[in-house]
């Protein structure tokens, strides 16, 4: 699987976006990048993932750049309850090997959002 | 919002004693995951499962073991707690593709 790289930490005003990056420049072509986040003490929860085109849902945007070698995930009004680490994977999706792995969280990035 | 529990949620536990974490999901996923996790530490894959009575050990070595004999159901015991066990246990749960569902944890405790 592609290595990804994220900052540390981030701060953010609330209300303000979050933009958090993620550099995976080993990505290969049948890989998807993966967003997740864990908020203190809890299961990481599930937040968006893509393949080349940028999506979204009602959580957050995923913006992948054109050579796929990077990505930006996007909290457009970012809360309170937006502070927490975010792990951005990379992983080839289906598949009958696929469950075999771990998904490798990484460190991450811990994202505070101030009031 | 995924369906997937976990319980008990907190467990302080004295050694030696025999534990089993239950994780249930009602989403009809076919894979089941156990992760361990400590604290402001990276999550490591101990177990999984392809389906019923399919398991296999993850990348972290672990004493623990798992069983699973309905596709909802993937308990995880501990035949002799010790304190190096103390940690938090993720179960996750997903179906085909690699969008994984967690379960809020359990907190062991082992005195």
């Known amino acids: 699987d592609a290595k990804t790289t994220q900052p540390t930490s981030m701060d953010c005003a609330e209300g303000r976006a979050a933009n958090l990056p993620c550099n995976h420049s080993?990505?290969?072509?049948?890989?998807?990048v993966y967003w997740y986040r864990q908020i203190h003490s809890q299961g990481p929860q599930y937040i968006i993932h893509?393949?080349?085109n940028n999506e979204t849902n009602e959580m957050a945007s995923l913006i992948i750049t054109e050579d796929r070698k990077s990505s930006t995930l996007i909290l457009p009004h970012a809360t309170l309850r937006d502070t927490a680490v975010y792990y951005c994977?990379?992983?080839?999706?289906?598949?009958?090997?696929?469950?075999?792995?771990?998904?490798?969280f990484g460190s991450g990035t811990r994202l505070q959002v101030q009031p | 919002e995924a369906d997937i529990y976990q319980t008990p949620r907190y467990l302080v536990i004295g050694t030696g004693k025999k534990i089993t974490l239950e994780c249930s999901q009602t989403?009809?996923?076919?894979?089941m995951y156990w992760y361990q996790q400590d604290p402001g530490m990276e999550l490591h894959l101990i177990h999984y499962s392809y389906g019923v009575n399919s398991t296999e050990k993850g990348d972290l070595s672990s004493e623990s073991t798992v069983s699973r004999i309905r596709t909802e159901h993937f308990p995880l015991t501990l035949e002799s707690a010790r304190p190096s066990h103390t940690s938090q246990y993720l179960c996750?749960?997903?179906?085909?593709?690699?969008?994984?569902?967690f379960g809020p944890g359990t907190r062991l405790l082992v005195l």
């Open positions: 994977i990379v992983r080839v999706e289906g598949g009958m090997d696929t469950g075999r792995r771990a998904l490798t």
């Open positions: 893509g393949l080349k």
């Open positions: 080993t990505i290969s072509g049948n890989e998807y």
């Open positions: 989403m009809g996923h076919d894979k």
């Open positions: 996750a749960s997903s179906f085909m593709g690699e969008t994984q569902y």
